[in-house]
């Protein structure tokens, strides 16, 4: 077994500056796991990946630049009590311009008695060419390890012995060394380390060595003690002088303490104790504070609530960056040289920032433009020569705005006015007053046709109080004129409110809406106008945004409630001449909440093939929605959502072709957020989204961006316009993952399996789900993309793919008529591959995978449908339902849903605690039509399990049984689908058996057959009358002005007794299972095998093996049965029972096995492989320490001809590749 990358946290970072004429940039290294990162800054490029420890977290590194070498370095790596030394080596070719790196491993210290907290390179007092390894440990301690003679010269320890959460040293000479320590009685000593009395170093912390003998001995003696932080302390840093110090706490704070001068000479016996802080303290995190740096001229904090936040000394907060999730940024590395400021945390991020471009601080005033090297802010004013004072209700002020270009700004009055703003590169503005209109009436809205990038030829349109529509051509730079203008009645008084232009159908054709959800479409040409369409929405609402495809002959509106809204645009109708009838169009298709009750900002036609076409919406509840329109169905499905947690609403997305970029608000602040890197590109500060403001963005959004706002009379500009950079910031430089804990993971296997390429599925405990693609190269996971967010952010607690479908076919109304052939791939079938999550608050979701012409390097997923318990619903499945007769099926109808009004809610108010811990599902489609089942159990932590159904493509959820309750949860669910089987007297075939296997925490592990409640569902699925399916969820719920839900629909609850229920595999252990089933059919037709393998908190291993056939054929025939059981018409044999006691040495977390070989990991981050022999004996082949902490789970994919892939899971996540031995 090979282990490949760690996908996780960031626990450690480092700047490596090479000498001119070097790049200006400095190299980076990071910690993940037990392996170092080597990123190149200046091309933000990951050049290697190195394992420098086996199962231990890298807590830190530092380097010592090599004083033979400018290229190389000394690198000191520590975790725990253990540090190695590496010797770094960076060439830079001059030919291919590539970076080569090597590191060679140096010493590797024995293990230390206590964790070590920093290390530091000195040089000895003495001899100043003799080099130190300075060793901070927890018991308050420092060591000093000689690096030519490899062993510890001299040890220190301070006479406070305490605990320590952090160390930090300051000094470069042993006898300079100064120490701050952070004890757990949330108070600072600080004391260094001085020359004593020649004693022998007699006692050494190493383990198996003996100690150097000094000829100097050093003590400790006390500088200060520091007392103010109400908490426990995490980080400490130096000032580059060591005159300062700053220190961050469980309080939430960080604190700047003046210590002791160390230039000056002191009493080495004096101690000072300052309290409080000598400094400012820093309040602005709103948890936890993990780490903090220092320079010059400003502090650097990071915290819990995932903020980083950058302080001047006086202790004024300049700026606030949120950009990573989960549990909190836990490094920060400042760079004052190149001004680059890297954050790392839980979510496997490292963002790249440069603090100058962007810190308040660094504005100056250049001829009364405020001025941040290559960013601008300035003010203006409309030209009003009767402004006097104070605003009154006569005075003139700006209605609304819009850019068209970064130079170029019209501006429409409440006096009927429209001025265009010529603005320089330097803030100076030319106003220019292109329209007035005859009356002083307010200008209610404009809009500038969008094909324009600049202010050669401009259309725009004006819309005013008088429901008069007025539309004008502005040509000509620098002095423009109007050379075309036409006004006219487009709506009553007052009832005009919105216009709008589509770039698809230029600037002939152009829209109105008045506020009742009526639009209308006009012709405008040889200076007249013609009425060509009315389109009446189906529900009575200000449509306040819309988007029309000439090639697709539809268009589509948003209106202020969230509704989205397509009307057929027929070509004829648009290139028709003009008649005096106005067509009157209603709608195609509707989608009725699509945001919830928020507004729908914007809508984009996205793409379209022959049967679909793809559409996009933003809106008032911070989400992306992604829609599909069926042609031949004319039905709108949702297939997708992208909740932006940094803007409270999304305003628009750029570019319209391949969204990267999301422009909102978020509270009184304007921000551009990269979707693509998880970072914020621009964040102004406006009083909110409803004053006056427009944008306009360039090709490249973080070099090439405006915004205007309108404040009282004032129009205050950002405007940040660069041609040319040789570096866009802010950069990911990795990639961004979970932001908590894993429960579960699932390989999503492509039929095309014979390639090293795989795409695993991954749920987390923030309620996320995620598709991360890993592939060979340095950088082997290449991307990975959020699928979505259960309902609430409820945690994620198991996955499970659908690969398979199984036809069912249905000669009569009679069970026995019913056939079910075996799987086939699913992507022979019109249903898409599945995937299928459940979590807390008994969420489940479905995902289907998206039909595209992708690479196969690409795996898209879409949202399907989710299925949420109503208020009245639990798992006694109190849901629509007859009264209940008996326990057959055969009575039971499918009952009509509630109403439409009918009250739904996530949370059930009685047993809102109950939760999904594990699910298993499969696939099941009627021949000869387009319904498919997707059967789905899953167990509950009340100890029960359910049957349930998902129909699709209606997407109808339905509570088909529960299963007999047993004593304890199931933690862990397969289902096993046993095909047809030859009878031994008439050679006459067997109906399909679909069982369901569980293990729970009591250690037993219960076989269930569900197969006669499956063939009775799907004959009655069979006769579903299309008014019957309506889909009543459509759109997940969020919480941010969703008002989605879902209407349940249940057959009578038939409880299915056991098959067979095996006994505990350990009488004194309640063994929590975590078990995996795998198939191996055997050449003998006329038998079906099946290797069952578990594991739980005993440690141990248990594998069995169960054989099926029919009933009347002879045990005698298989080899050593352990006990047979007789069901109907087949019959189940138990036999090759095996157990390994200590399989692992603590809990055993995660299992798999395809019969010959078997994979397993616990919480001792082991990753063991067993072979499994003909006889059914498990024996351990080999085994790895995995970089995972707290392994949660674990899957398997066997690609090429006999390779394996090993995905672990839990605090982040690894891959191992195994490649078993040609005799195997």
């Known amino acids: 077994m090979e282990s490949k990358q760690y996908l996780g946290e960031i626990s450690a970072l480092c700047f490596l500056h090479l000498p001119p004429p070097s790049p200006s940039l400095p190299f980076l290294l990071a910690g993940t796991g037990s392996q ?17 420890f086996d199962g231990l977290r890298v807590h830190g590194i530092s380097c010592l630049p090599s004083p033979d070498t400018e290229t190389t370095f000394t690198v000191a790596v520590f975790g725990e009590r253990r540090l190695k030394l590496f010797l770094f080596d960076i060439r830079l070719s001059d030919y291919d311009n590539q970076t080569l790196v090597n590191l060679v491993s140096v010493q590797s210290l024995p293990n230390l008695g206590h964790w070590i907290l920093d290390v530091c390179f000195i040089q000895d007092s003495v001899n100043e060419g003799r080099q130190f390894i300075a060793i901070g440990c927890t018991d308050n301690s420092v060591y000093f390890w000689d690096m030519l003679t490899s062993t510890v010269s001299y040890q220190v320890s301070s006479p406070d012995i305490c605990l320590l959460y952090t160390m930090r040293m300051w000094g470069d000479t042993i006898d300079s060394i100064h120490v701050a320590s952070g004890t757990i009685f949330n108070e600072i000593i600080v004391w260094k380390v001085v020359c004593g009395d020649y004693t022998p170093c ?130 920060c590395l400042y760079d004052p040289v190149s001004s680059l400021l890297v954050t790392a945390g839980f979510d496997s991020a490292i963002k790249v920032h440069q603090l100058h471009s962007s810190l308040p601080m660094g504005f100056t005033k250049c001829n009364g433009v405020e001025e941040d090297e290559k960013k601008q802010i300035f003010t203006i004013q409309i030209p009003n020569p009767n402004r006097t004072g104070l605003m009154d209700s006569k005075s003139e002020y700006v209605r609304c705005m819009h850019f068209a270009s970064e130079s170029a700004l019209y501006v429409a009055t409440n006096n009927g006015v429209l001025y265009l703003a010529n603005i320089s590169d330097t803030g100076d503005v030319a106003w220019t007053q292109l329209f007035r209109a005859s009356e002083n009436i307010a200008i209610v809205c404009i809009s500038v046709f969008p094909g324009a990038t600049s202010c050669v030829d401009n259309w725009i349109a004006l819309g005013d109080g008088k429901g008069r529509l007025t539309v004008v051509r502005v040509v000509g730079l620098p002095t423009p ?36 959800g009526k639009l209308k479409l006009w012709r405008i040409e040889s200076f007249s106008q013609y009425l060509v369409a009315e389109f009446t929405s189906c529900f009575p609402i200000r449509i306040i945004c819309l988007d029309a495809s000439f090639k697709e002959e539809v268009l589509v509106c948003g209106d202020l409630r969230g509704n989205l809204v397509l009307f057929p645009l027929l070509r004829d109708l648009l290139l028709s001449t003009p008649v005096s009838s106005v067509a009157q169009i209603s709608p195609l298709n509707y989608f009725k909440g699509a945001h919830g009750i928020s507004s729908v900002t914007s809508v984009s036609i996205y793409g379209s093939s022959s049967s679909n076409i793809e559409l996009h919406s933003t809106g008032g509840d911070g989400c992306i929605c992604y829609l599909e329109y069926d042609k031949f169905e004319q039905k709108m499905d949702f297939i997708g959502m992208r909740q932006v947690k940094e803007l409270s609403l999304v305003k628009s997305f750029f570019p319209n072709e391949n969204p990267d970029y999301a422009i909102g608000f978020a509270s009184a602040d304007f921000i551009i957020w990269n979707l693509s890197t998880e970072t914020k590109v621009a964040e102004i500060s406006c009083g909110g989204w409803r004053r006056p403001h427009t944008f306009f963005l360039g090709d490249i959004p973080e070099m090439k961006n405006c915004f205007a706002f309108v404040k009282d009379e004032v129009i205050y500009m950002h405007k940040h316009w660069v041609v040319a950079s040789d570096k866009i910031y802010p950069q990911n430089l990795h990639l961004q993952f979970h932001g908590r804990e894993m429960h579960s993971l699932c390989f999503i296997v492509d039929r095309t399996n014979s390639i090293p390429l795989a795409f695993i599925a991954t749920g987390c405990e923030d309620g996320t789900v995620r598709l991360t693609r890993y592939s060979s190269g340095v ?109 057959n099926l055969d009575n039971v109808s499918i009952d009509k849903p509630p109403p439409e009004n009918s009250e739904v809610c996530c949370n059930d108010g009685k047993e809102n605690d109950w939760r999904y811990l594990a699910v298993t599902a499969f696939l099941v489609k009627i021949s000869g039509s387009r319904t498919s089942v997707c059967f789905i159990v899953v167990s509950c932590s009340d100890a029960t399990v359910t049957l349930r159904a998902l129909v699709l493509p209606h997407r109808l959820w339905f509570d088909i049984a529960l299963l007999i309750p047993s004593a304890s949860p199931v933690l862990s669910l397969q289902h096993v689908i046993i095909p047809e089987l030859p009878s031994f007297e008439d050679k006459s075939q067997t109906k399909s058996v679909f069982t369901v296997i569980s293990g729970s925490t009591d250690g037993s592990i219960a076989i269930w057959d569900v197969t006669e409640t499956v063939q009775t569902f799907m004959q009655k699925v069979s006769n579903l009358k299309k008014e019957d399916c309506r889909n009543f969820q459509r759109r997940p719920r969020t919480g941010r002005g969703s008002q989605g839900g879902r209407q349940w629909r249940s057959l009578d609850n038939s409880d299915k007794e056991t098959v067979a229920t095996l006994p505990k595999p350990s009488e004194n252990t309640k063994d929590d299972m975590q078990d995996q089933t795998s198939l191996n059919v055997k050449d003998n037709e006329s038998c079906f095998s099946c290797n069952v393998i578990s594991g739980g908190d005993d440690q141990a291993l248990h594998s069995f093996c169960f054989n099926v056939m029919a009933s009347d054929r002879p045990t005698s025939e298989t080899h050593f049965p352990r006990h047979v059981k007789t069901f109907g018409n087949y019959q189940i044999m138990f036999s090759h029972p095996d157990k390994i006691a200590s399989a692992h040495s603590s809990a055993v977390k995660g299992v798999w096995t395809d019969g010959h070989w078997v994979f397993s990991t616990g919480l001792d981050q082991r990753l063991r492989c067993w072979r499994v022999s003909t006889d059914g004996k498990v024996s351990e082949h080999s085994h790895l320490i995995v970089s995972v902490p707290e392994p949660e789970a674990l899957d398997v994919r066997k690609y090429g001809r006999n390779r394996y892939q090993i995905a672990v899971a839990g605090r982040g996540m690894q891959m191992m590749e195994f490649i078993p031995p040609v005799e195997a």
């Open 202 to 331: 007699l006692d050494s912390p190493l383990k198996d060595s003996e100690a150097h003998v000094c000829n100097r001995q050093y003590k400790a003696a006390p500088v200060c003690r520091l007392a103010g932080h109400e908490g426990s302390i995490f980080r400490i840093t130096w000032s580059l002088d060591g005159s300062k110090l700053v220190s961050v706490s469980d309080d939430r704070s960080a604190r700047i303490w003046e210590v002791f001068n160390a230039k000056k000479d002191c009493n080495n016996d004096a101690e000072v104790t300052i309290s409080p802080s000598s400094g400012p303290v820093l309040f602005g995190h709103s948890a936890r504070v993990w780490d903090c740096c220092m320079s010059d001229s400003l502090i650097v904090t990071v915290g819990e609530d995932c903020t980083c936040r950058v302080w001047g000394l006086d202790g004024t907060q300049l700026r606030i960056i949120k950009e990573h999730i989960g549990r909190g940024v836990w490094r």
């Open 481 to 516: 004129e109007v050379n075309f203008s036409l006004t006219w009645s487009a709506e009553a008084e007052r009832q005009l409110l919105e216009t709008f232009w589509c770039e698809s159908l230029g600037p002939t054709f152009i829209f109105t809406a008045d506020p009742r």
């Open 36 to 52: 170092l990162l080597f990123y190149n800054l200046a091309t933000s490029t990951m050049l290697a990946s190195f394992q420098v």
């Open 779 to 887: 950088d082997n996971w290449s991307a990975s993309k959020l699928l979505g967010e259960h309902v609430g952010g409820s945690a994620v607690r198991s996955l499970c793919s659908v690969q398979k479908v199984h036809t069912f076919t249905c000669h009569t109304m009679s069970t026995a008529g019913a056939i079910i052939k075996q799987g086939t791939d699913l992507d022979d079938q019109e249903d898409q591959f599945l995937l299928i999550s459940v979590g807390a608050k008994r969420v489940i979701t479905a995902w289907k995978r998206k039909s595209t012409s992708t690479p196969k390097s690409e795996m898209l997923f879409q949202w399907l449908s989710s299925d949420l318990p109503n208020r009245k619903g639990g798992t006694n499945l109190n849901g629509s339902k007859k009264e209940e007769t008996n326990r």
